[in-house]
T-cell receptor, first 111, second 111 residues
Framework: TQLLEQSPQFLSIQEGENLTVYCNSS?????LQWYRQEPGEGPVLLVTVVTGGEVKKLKRLTFQFGDARKDSSLHITAAQPGDTGLYLCAGLTSGTYKYIFGTGTRLKVLA | DTEVTQTPKHLVMGMTNKKSLKCEQH?????MYWYKQKAKKPPELMFV???????INESVPSRFSPECPNSSLLNLHLHALQPEDSALYLCASSELDNEQFFGPGTRLTVL
């Protein structure tokens, strides 16, 4: 069974702090997506990483795909209250349509 | 355009009612998905349609019946639901080996 473990599960920080969220698996994925979701809304795609070792930046968010394509991280610099939400990683196995979702990280950024 | 639309936004139904959830995408994606999401949990895959054919059914009870009338539309027919089926129902679409896009969800309450 493929599993994606995210850590931490919960994070409450002050505005301006930095944080890193981890997404780990024993399985290899062809690509990995990161989403942010607000209560009662659908997940919004932030980024897709495909190549092992790949780093992508989206303003204050930095995403990295592990060299072996089994893990990923999301780093937020100078967090803002607008970053509050549920962060989800989702891995895809090549040749399938099935995405494996991580366990989620609930982030709260206090003003 | 990366939009997936879902109707209705909210639905309240009794245990003897029959209702349907609708999903539409115009991105030319050949895979469409139904997920169920409980509060503070990651989405759980229910069904996957690829090329308008059901390709994955994650052992979902028969009171949930999916339908894919054409490549742009996906329905989820509901009948004789239980209160524990109350959740956010998410539709998504993707191309093979590519990123998945979610709709805004339908908040379902079963009384």
């Amino acid at each position: 069974t493929q599993l994606l473990e995210q850590s931490p599960q919960f994070l409450s920080i002050q505005e301006g702090e930095n944080l890193t969220v981890y997404c780990n698996s024993s399985s290899v994925f062809s690509s990995l997506q990161w989403y942010r979701q607000e209560p009662g809304e659908g997940p919004v795609l932030l980024v897709t990483v495909v190549t092992g070792g790949e780093v992508k930046k989206l303003k204050r968010l930095t995403f990295q795909f592990g060299d072996a394509r089994k893990d990923s991280s999301l780093h937020i610099t100078a967090a803002q209250p607008g970053d509050t939400g549920l962060y989800l990683c989702a891995g895809l196995t090549s040749g399938t349509y099935k995405y494996i979702f991580g366990t989620g990280t609930r982030l709260k950024v206090l003003a | 355009d990366t939009e997936v639309t879902q109707t209705p936004k909210h639905l309240v139904m009794g245990m003897t009612n029959k209702k349907s959830l609708k999903c539409e995408q115009h991105m030319g994606h050949r895979a469409m998905y139904w997920y169920k999401q409980k509060a503070k949990k990651p989405p759980e895959l229910m069904f996957v349609y690829s090329y308008e054919k059901l390709s994955i059914n994650e052992s979902v009870p028969s009171r949930f019946s999916p339908e894919c009338p054409n490549s742009s539309l996906l329905n989820l027919h509901l009948h004789a639901l239980q209160p524990e089926d109350s959740a956010l129902y998410l539709c998504a679409s993707s191309e093979l080996d590519n990123e998945q896009f979610f709709g805004p969800g339908t908040r379902l309450t079963v009384l």
